[in-house]
């Protein structure tokens, strides 16, 4: 065995069948564990499971029903909401960052340092914390006296500004070569067009990697459209599976077909971009 | 209107081409990167620093609407230490958190150690053993609490069954219901904290392996000696990461038994919730925000000072 594939247990190289049987029930097991509820959940979305006992990984007379009356139940309309706020405030956030990073990459400017420091600081503000305060704000934000309670765009805006996604992309602009920049600006390029046509374009993977975790960070927003949402008629699709829970002429069946339409998106971004989400795992934790 | 435009504007007439030059390599306009930094900068200034000084300054006041703010001084804060819903709010969090940071990252690193590799199957259970990371808390949470039915028919009844044990009330029951919440933590924090271990292994000279392999040494004894001291630094941030997590977990505890039965799974952040929207007591909610946040940052330094010493 060659030492690029040596491994701290050695797994790879044991061979003959006892090996091979103990690795195979541990993967199963692991499997189980893991995978095991959602597939669970995913099974019972499509069986009629009218009862918390009858949750198991055995279809129990397959049906539709379950996202029937679910959508009868407006979910469709939570799931547009999640979409909206998902879509643009991805949008926000990527726009932000993008120019933050070119900014902060490209730039030798004084007060850096301290424009630096705040936005790390921010990575120490959890949003949960600021949660009370936040809503006083969001009800009457300061010199602009706008009200964004109850809308939509109150659930946006907070997550436009996100130190992780500005501090990738700073990162990763750092890397594009000055030659590039020069060579242009000797051309007689602009700012705007140096950022937009120059660097930008090499950025891509950086790209994938603040698309993919802003996804699933705002996809999993719970406390903020908590707060925000004044009425059913603004929830997001995770906060409508508490108010179906509780509904009484609701099975765990219809709640379970919600819940698989509120972990589809997350997870099937994660499946499609595993490779952008694991560059933004290791860059994020290990570098920050 | 571009920056190359502006340039001859405001520069004075009879500039030399190498100065105009020199100062654009340094990056034209001082305004430019502060307009490159503005909407980030707007957006952190509304929503992250002006609420912490709101925070701040509610938590040394009497917040009454329409009647205004009246001054109290540490009032608040002795209020809320001095409560006993607080100060077991306070030890549950902290019971939770470590519960959590330690149960994940031992699993986590277990599970890194078993997935470790190049082959194709090893990717796949890699990647099914990932996906509760994705799924939104929201989701995790309903799914447990189903999967949680305190009768012997309930889903982990019957699987703990399997084993000879329960049926136990899980969340509904006020002894086991931390223990609960934590479990659900787990499954879900130790794939993350199996990744951050996987990028970490992947970064150890696999030489090391080699010669500890050489020279005789056990299984246990190549982990000990040269996957956990290569892995160090990995501990420590994935200990300030999970340890911030705990302090702040509040969707979990909410959907799963909202601070019940009898308080036993009350955090801070539930019951600043609580204080703040169901009781309209936003000077009280805000002191124990105040304190969590204390908290957070106290951990954060010590962990990284620590480090910074252990490098030095």
């Not at chain 1, 950086?206 to 996809?219: N, Q, R």
């Amino acid at each position: 065995m060659s030492a690029a594939t040596e491994t701290a247990l050695g797994l790879t190289e044991s061979k003959g069948v006892g090996a091979r049987v103990a690795k195979f029930v541990i993967y199963a097991g692991l499997f189980v564990v893991f995978a095991g509820p959602l597939l669970a959940l995913l099974v019972g979305s499509f069986s009629h499971v009218s009862d918390p006992t009858q949750l198991s990984v055995v279809p129990n007379r397959p049906t539709l029903g379950n996202f029937r009356i679910a959508f009868d139940h407006g979910v469709l309309r939570y799931l547009l909401n999640s979409f909206f706020v998902v879509g643009f405030g991805l949008l926000l956030q990527v726009a932000v960052s993008v120019l933050a990073g070119y900014a902060l990459a490209r730039k030798v400017f004084p007060l850096m340092t301290l424009v630096l420091v705040a936005i790390l600081a921010t990575m120490m503000l959890p949003e949960e914390i600021l949660a009370l305060p936040l809503t006083l704000v969001l009800a009457d934000l300061p010199v602009l006296h706008l009200n964004l309670m109850g809308t939509l765009a109150g659930m946006i805006v907070p997550l436009g500004a996100w130190a992780f996604s500005i501090l990738v992309m700073t990162e990763f602009m750092k890397d594009v070569p000055r030659e590039l920049e020069e060579a242009a600006r000797i051309d007689g390029a602009g700012e705007l067009r140096i950022f937009a046509q120059i660097i930008l374009p090499l950025c891509k993977p950086a790209l994938g990697v603040i698309g993919v975790f802003g996804f699933t960070m705002i996809w999993d927003q719970y406390l903020l459209p908590l707060l925000v949402a004044q009425n059913s008629s603004s929830y997001t699709l995770p906060l409508a599976l508490r108010t179906l829970r509780i509904d009484q002429a609701v099975t765990p069946g219809v709640v379970l077909a919600a819940s698989l339409l509120a972990l589809l998106p997350s997870v099937l971004v994660f499946l499609f971009f595993q490779r952008s989400f694991a560059r933004g795992l290791t860059s994020g934790a290990l570098k920050g | 209107m571009s920056v190359r435009e502006a340039a001859p504007l405001t520069a004075r007439a009879p500039v030399t081409r190498t100065s105009a030059r020199d100062r654009r390599r340094r990056g034209g306009q001082w305004w430019v990167p502060w307009l490159f930094l503005a909407p980030a900068l707007v957006l952190f200034l509304y929503f992250k620093f002006i609420p912490m000084a709101r925070a701040v300054s509610m938590s040394v006041q009497e917040v009454r609407p329409y009647l205004g703010n009246t001054w109290v001084g540490g009032a608040n804060y002795a209020e809320i230490l001095s409560s006993d819903g607080f100060r077991s709010a306070a030890w549950n969090t902290v019971v939770l958190a470590v519960g959590q940071t330690f149960g994940s990252m031992v699993l986590g690193f277990g599970l890194a150690l078993l997935v470790e590799g190049q082959t194709r199957k090893l990717t796949f259970i890699r990647s099914a053993a990932f996906l509760p990371v994705v799924v939104p808390l929201a989701v995790t949470a309903e799914l447990w609490r189903i999967m949680y039915h305190p009768t012997g028919d309930g889903l982990m009844n019957q699987v703990i069954g399997l084993i000879g044990l329960g049926p136990s009330g899980f969340i509904n029951d006020p002894h086991t219901s931390l223990a609960s919440i934590a479990v659900t933590g787990i499954w879900r924090g130790a794939p993350y904290d199996m990744m951050i271990f996987l990028a970490g292994l992947a970064g150890i000279d696999r030489g090391l392996y080699e010669a500890a392999t050489v020279d005789g040494a056990s299984t246990w004894r190549r982990i000990v000696h040269v996957t956990l001291p290569g892995l160090r630094p990995v501990f420590a941030i994935l200990f300030v990461l999970a340890a911030v997590r705990g302090f702040r977990t509040f969707t979990e505890v909410f959907l799963l038994t909202n601070g019940g039965p009898n308080g036993s799974t009350e955090v801070v952040m539930t019951l600043i919730y609580k204080l703040g929207l169901e009781q309209s007591r936003l000077g009280v909610g805000s002191a124990g925000a105040v304190l969590l946040f204390a908290a957070t940052l106290v951990l954060t330094v010590c962990v990284q000072l620590l480090r910074r010493r252990r490098s030095a």
